[in-house]
């Protein structure tokens, strides 16, 4: 192979698109640069960066290099023979985590001059290797320049969803942030980690997104969806990675502005009631069509040398804002007009203290906000009237700090250190109404023979109250060694994190209690545990007409310390099979605001991850890979406000003769119930729980095994293809088990001295399986009750994924690329993981799932989240010096329907759950049996003018997203009620998809 042809080879390999697999270790912020040389005394590769970098290794008595953990650049790579440059490979580009290979002439060294001569080759040889066999995973790596010419949203979620089984979570699911979330291969949304340059930032208490970069600072972000190495854990769904841009050693400086007008936006769909309600099917229960918004995105970066080789700096900041209005449903018909700002900014210092010690320091700050005024609507007029009230104002604003300290010791051992903190405020300002009294849910409920025969609310939108100097913080540690010694790359180091939740919770805002109205068949109880007595049996509910007064508070301060420690080999077995062996070792406490233990994992948990990635042919044009790995997941900070800071949450019910002006009940008469007033399904009474009562003492984390196999090959110099099989398991979860009264039953055959106040409302445990209860004994000491499957009447746990992806990719040759992704899987299982994406919880381990057994008769099914069709395509085209369009095409096979409603052939309620077992109007309903939404075909495209009189440094651009306006139900309502009850929620559209609009953009680049 000549020079000239192994040069064509390095930059092509550097350029291959986000398709190709072999990221050595997920989460990494930086890559590597290994290759091959002739064997020959006195052999050593100069490396030199545009970041100042320079590294002089040497090469071994078989020929090979490797320089580990170089910061994303670019770099001249020289060949030297007796300290002299003989051969050069110049504009060689770095991917986050992988190992790029750049090899040198077998033979006669070429000379100096041949050298220059070959940096200006471009990407453009034929039949050469893609396939980078050097390491084992697999990830989606999406660089600046795709980010660029993708029209995309600018958000991490919406540049993770090009990545195969990466699907949009449940609509009513947000971050902190506002932002979107997604499920990756069968996980649920909270099961997912967030990286900045190497940092956690996970959202610490629900696990519901993370912080992100501004869109413009992004310099890679990596996405996985497993397969990653013992390096990283505390995720068992994927992972979004972003290492943002650093300054080079020439100065660089651009802005944007991006402008989504509402004239390009067009009208959403209504949503309309369906048949079982009080109004004619087709009445327009929440308006859409006249919802209007208009967003606005001003962006500027700048970075380059403070000392030239020595000392950088790379700053970008973003400013977001959205002005618009929305139209409440008609039981809640208020115009809302509503502000959001989401400025963001990201700085980035690099010095080079010398050739074998770098030093990096990143700050970070991201900020929601969110504020509006409430007006009144007419339904008949289509008409904004008054002014009513201010609308909640929210501000959530995050700052991240982290350095990162990298020292090359010696040429086989290299030191990583990183130390970063972040700081979450979440400042909410309820909005004043200037309206007394309560807040009335579900106004629909009323007897409308006692209203005239509309619902009658009092103007009263406040809810619920966050805590307003409610706070969060996180201090991430990492230590990495690594040592290469003959054929092994071994790496052994820490990741400790701890975060604390303070002032955390929610309480009623109003008049400190809220008033709900509902009816059901008159003749059953409202509810059989806790028991609460049948409405006909009280004036005014004779026709099954009754009400709640709500009481809810969960204000407390957490914290979660987790510790782990790893060791990893790369071993090269040979020149064709590499193994990488792997081991991790997670330790999880969660603590009570008395700073009491109540979740102790600290055991050893093993998490091994075995990989192997063999050269078929020996020449990097074939690769088959597999691995193994278990995943350990820790429980954020909030599960304690529900577990185990005495959280209150209770429901007092009445039957009613009539209701005032203001809608409030009059000639009230409280229900029985078990206790005599108000009861709690949960037993949530506001009492602060033992800590060593809380969780089942033999209690495990939540792990998932996975098991992937594949293979990539270069089918000729311009395309690569391959298919992955995937296989997940989920072998243990969390989630709270609520069905004391079998917990009494066991405890009285253990010979256990109880008595009523004994047993608590709901532990912590894993569901599925035999769990060991510590009951406190009246005399001191405790109960150790052994509960299990049986003694619960649950079937096993099962959370099961597969899926089979296939791709072929064209990499960007300077004019056009091409991937396009199918993938098949399923999803299935009896419990989709810490929430329930079917009916819009998002309360983390503590879902209705597993409370009591007969919430899990027919609970098999498919998955909310299951998607078994999906294709994806995305690509850009070079059509002249001055133009370029690109696309991204989704198709997608719909999410299942469900049916869930009151219990068994007789509509009974055993468990005090109203709706929410799987039987749909008395017959079974398994998840999924009801069908499927209808399939999803999603266009988004763009074109870029960049005039060469501008010397392509200026460009516009339109993004047109949701081409075609296809607008398809997303999400249906699964609530049936009973065959006696009016319910107009059950079977309505949740969601839609999000209607066509445009983005318009300017950007200059200097």
Request: charged share 20%; proline share 4%.
């Amino acid at each position: 192979m000549s020079s000239r042809i192994t040069l064509r080879r390095t930059l092509l390999c550097a350029a291959v698109a986000a398709s190709l697999t072999g990221i050595a270790h997920g989460q990494a912020t930086s890559g590597r640069i290994a290759g091959q040389a002739p064997v020959a005394a006195g052999e050593t590769i100069l490396i030199e960066g545009s970041n100042g970098i320079t590294r002089e290794v040497n090469v071994d008595s078989r020929g090979r290099y490797v320089a580990e953990a170089l910061p994303l650049a670019t770099y001249k790579v020289s060949l030297k023979a007796d300290g002299k440059v003989v051969d050069s490979r110049d504009n060689v580009t770095l991917r986050v985590g992988a190992a790029t290979d750049v090899s040198f002439v077998s033979g006669a060294a070429a000379s100096s001059a041949d050298a220059q001569d070959l940096s200006g080759v471009t990407v453009s040889a034929t039949n050469l290797p893609k396939i980078d066999v050097a390491t084992v995973a697999s990830s989606t790596v999406i660089t600046a320049a795709e980010m660029a010419r993708l029209p995309l949203a600018r958000t991490a979620e919406g540049v993770a969803l090009l990545a195969p089984g990466a699907v949009a979570g449940y609509s009513g699911f947000k971050g902190a942030m506002g932002n979107s979330l997604v499920s990756f291969s069968g996980s649920s949304v909270s099961e997912n980690a967030y990286y900045i340059n190497g940092m956690n930032t996970t959202d610490p208490l629900s696990g519901f997104g993370g912080i992100s970069l501004p869109y413009g600072a992004v310099d890679q972000e990596e996405v996985l969806s497993g397969g990653y190495s013992a390096m990283y854990g505390r995720s068992d769904g994927g992972v979004i990675s972003q290492v943002g841009k650093r300054g080079t050693n020439e100065w660089h400086f651009g802005a944007q502005v991006l402008w989504e007008p509402d004239f390009a936006r067009a009208d959403a769909r209504n949503i309309t009631f369906g048949q079982n309600n009080p109004h004619p099917p087709g009445t327009i229960e929440q308006r859409n069509d006249r919802n209007n918004e208009w967003t606005s995105t001003v962006s500027a970066y700048a970075g380059g040398p403070l000392i030239k080789d020595k000392l950088y700096v790379f700053t970008a900041v973003e400013m977001a804002r959205s002005e618009g209005n929305t139209i409440g449903d008609i039981n809640h018909s208020y115009d809302t007009k509503y502000t959001y700002k989401d400025p963001k900014w990201y700085g980035k210092i690099d010095w080079n203290i010398n050739d074998s010690n770098i030093l990096e320091l990143t700050g970070v700050s991201q900020t929601h906000r969110s504020n509006g005024n409430k007006y009144d609507y007419d339904y008949d007029t289509n008409t904004t009237g008054d002014f009513v009230s201010t609308d909640s104002t929210y501000k959530t604003k995050a700052m991240v700090y982290t350095a990162k300290f990298t020292s090359y010791i010696t040429d086989d051992l290299t030191l990583t250190a990183l130390y970063g903190k972040s700081k979450l405020t979440y400042y909410n300002e309820p909005p004043d109404t200037g309206v007394t009294g309560p807040f009335i849910g579900n106004p629909a409920g009323e007897n409308l023979a006692l209203t005239g025969g509309s619902p009658i609310t009092n103007g009263q939108t406040l809810d619920t109250v966050d805590n307003p100097d409610h706070t969060s913080t996180n201090r991430n540690l990492r230590v990495d060694l690594n040592y290469k010694i003959g054929n092994h790359s071994i790496t052994v180091g820490i990741d400790n994190q701890d975060s604390h939740d303070i002032d955390d919770g929610t309480t009623i805002g109003g008049d400190g209690y809220e008033l709900w109205y509902a009816k059901q068949d008159p003749n059953l109880n409202i509810s059989d545990s806790p028991f609460v007595d049948k409405p006909g049996n009280y004036p005014g509910g004779e026709t099954g007409y009754y009400g709640y007064i709500r009481h809810y508070n969960t204000l407390a301060s957490v914290r979660v310390k987790q510790r782990a420690q790893y060791v990893m080999d790369d071993w090269q077995v040979s020149d064709k099979l590499l193994l990488s062996l792997g081991l991790r070792n997670d330790q999880f406490t969660n603590y009570n605001p008395t700073g009491q233990a109540y979740l102790r994992l600290t055991k050893p948990q093993w998490a091994p991850r075995l990989g192997f990635s063999y050269d078929v042919l020996g020449d990097s044009s074939m690769k088959i890979y597999g691995n193994a790995g278990r995943y350990f997941l820790a429980m954020p900070a909030s599960v304690a406000l529900r577990t185990s800071a005495g959280s209150l949450a209770t429901n007092q019910y009445f039957t009613y003769t009539g209701i005032d002006a203001n809608g409030m009940p009059t000639g009230m008469t409280f229900v029985k119930s078990a206790t005599g007033g108000a009861v709690s399904p949960n037993g949530e009474y506001g009492q602060p729980p033992d800590p060593r009562t809380v969780s089942a003492k033999n209690i495990k984390s939540e792990y998932q095994d996975e098991f992937i196999l594949g293979f990539d090959q270069q089918l000729n110099a311009s395309w690569v293809w391959g298919t992955k099989a995937t296989l997940r398991k989920l072998r243990n979860a969390l989630d709270d088990v609520c069905d004391n009264g079998a917990i009494t039953r066991a405890a009285v055959a253990q010979g256990a001295d109880i008595d009523a106040t004994t047993v608590g409302s709901c532990y912590l445990s894993n569901p599925g399986r035999a769990n060991v209860y510590q009951l406190a004994q009246q005399g001191g000491g405790y109960y150790n009750v052994k509960v299990t499957n049986d003694d619960f009447g649950f079937t096993q746990l099962k959370r099961n994924y597969y899926g089979l992806d296939t791709y072929i990719s064209h990499p960007f040759d300077g004019t056009w690329s091409l991937k396009a992704d199918y993938l098949y899987s399923r999803s299935y299982g009896n419990t989709e993981g810490q929430v329930r994406s079917d009916v819009g919880q998002g309360s983390v381990s503590a879902t209705r799932d597993w409370d009591y057994a007969t919430l899990m008769e027919y609970a098999n099914g498919d998955q909310a989240n299951d998607r078994k069709h999906q294709f994806k395509i995305y690509g850009s085209y070079q059509i002249t010096p001055e133009w370029m369009v690109s696309a991204n095409l989704t198709v997608q096979s719909g999410t299942p329907k469900s049916c869930l409603g009151r219990y068994g052939a007789d509509e009974s309620d055993p468990s005090g759950y109203g709706s929410y077992y799987h039987y749909c109007f008395g017959v079974p309903s398994r998840p999924g049996d009801k069908g499927r939404n209808p399939w999803e075909e999603l266009i988004d495209a763009n074109v870029e003018y960049r005039p060469l009189w501008a010397d392509r440094k200026l460009a516009f651009n339109v993004s047109v997203f949701n081409l075609l306006n296809q607008q398809r139900a997303q999400a249906l309502n699964p609530v049936s009620g009973s065959t006696n009850s009016v319910n107009d929620g059950y079977n309505q559209v949740i969601s839609y998809t999000q209607p066509r609009y445009a983005r318009f953009g300017i950007t200059y680049d200097f």
